[in-house]
């Protein structure tokens, strides 16, 4: 009794989280739209932009569900509202309880992913780490949007992206000519003593926006985690 009685609080718990980050995803990126708009544009305008171009990326990234997200934004199509935040209200809680119910972290996550390896010309690593040639020399290190509870989860899942890519340096003779790695978002700001204790140099420390810059040569990087 006691075990069952764990379990629903855990799928409680799990589905509080899901439903957290999942909404807090879908919010950004309708909001986003919401003030992409032109200068002078009507709500109708506005309305009908935003649905329509968030549809069309919802249903780039879940493809499976199409037909059933398709359907849900003829719904809110058919709503009245007063002003933009009603739009994204609607918009954001339909899409991430239809999410919540119907579609797995790691679907989602591989959407994302899959979208970003199409339209950015980015190179899958692992769950958490891809990379795009940035200049004939230099890698820059790509994170997509991931859903991890666990920030130690999140650290060894990138630690071995990190050792995919000395692979891949080591054995891609197109990437002969790549001399150093680079990456910079707010990640590397926060861990950046992690970053340093993996042999990457922070060289750009960005307070008032909370981005830090790391990089290391491949050299360095094959040598750390090549695994040899």
Request: one cysteine or more; hydrophobic letters at 40%.
């Amino acid at each position: 009794m006691v075990e069952q009685k764990n379990d629903s609080a855990d799928k409680i718990q799990e589905r509080q989280w899901k439903t957290k980050v999942v909404g807090a995803f879908i919010g950004t990126r309708v909001e986003n739209r919401i003030k992409g708009g032109p200068e002078n544009e009507s709500l109708p305008e506005l309305c009908m932009r935003v649905i329509n171009s968030f549809e069309r990326r919802v249903t780039e990234l879940l493809p499976a569900h199409r037909a059933a997200l398709t359907a849900l934004m003829q719904g809110v199509r058919a709503e009245q509202f007063s002003n933009s935040q009603e739009l994204a209200s609607a918009i954001t809680l339909g899409t991430t309880e239809f999410i919540v119910n119907n579609v797995s972290i790691g679907e989602l996550e591989k959407g994302i992913r899959d979208h970003d390896v199409a339209t950015r010309g980015w190179k899958p690593l692992n769950r958490v780490l891809c990379y795009e040639i940035e200049e004939d020399d230099r890698i820059r290190l790509r994170v997509p949007e991931v859903f991890i509870q666990k920030p130690m989860e999140f650290g060894g899942l990138f630690i071995s992206g990190l050792s995919e890519l000395a692979k891949v340096l080591k054995s891609d003779t197109a990437l002969a000519n790549i001399t150093t790695v680079i990456g910079s978002s707010r990640l590397i700001y926060a861990f950046k003593q992690d970053m340093e204790k993996g042999g990457f140099a922070i060289t750009i420390n960005d307070e008032e926006n909370k981005i830090a810059t790391a990089e290391i040569s491949a050299v360095e990087l094959v040598k750390r985690y090549a695994g040899e």
